[in-house]
């Protein structure tokens, strides 16, 4: 039974930081890639950052310089680090895995992680 299970969400002032984590089991971890998405009201649902099997990130460009994602594959978890956060990054956080390989695709989501930037 795949879980992806999210947490560290909060209410934090503009300006401030927040770790999110991600852990997940029943996938072999180190083999999918990790995702962090977000989604505000009213607005559909975007990736935020992701990282690769081998370690590459990538990001979104409102995000670049301010987030940090990270993986440890020995706990199968993933990390998303918020500096400075902005009132506009108010949103649920969702972590993903997903997984390719050749026509087939593999691809699990957690329940999702409130982030409310506010004064």
């Known amino acids: 039974q795949v879980q992806i299970v999210a947490s560290g969400g909060g209410l934090v002032q503009p300006g401030g930081s927040l770790r999110l984590s991600c852990a997940a089991s029943?996938?072999?971890?180190?083999?999918?890639?990790m995702n962090w998405y977000r989604q505000a009201p009213g607005k559909q649902r975007e990736l935020v950052a992701g990282i690769t099997s081998g370690g590459n990130t990538n990001y979104a460009d409102s995000v670049k310089g301010r987030f940090t994602i990270s993986r440890d594959n020995a706990k199968n978890m993933v990390y998303l680090q918020m500096n400075s956060l902005k009132s506009a990054d108010t949103a649920v956080y969702y972590c993903n895995a997903d997984r390719k390989r050749d026509s087939l695709k593999w691809s699990y989501w957690g329940q999702g992680t409130q982030v409310t930037v506010s004064s």
């Open positions: 029943g996938i072999t971890f180190s083999d999918y890639a």
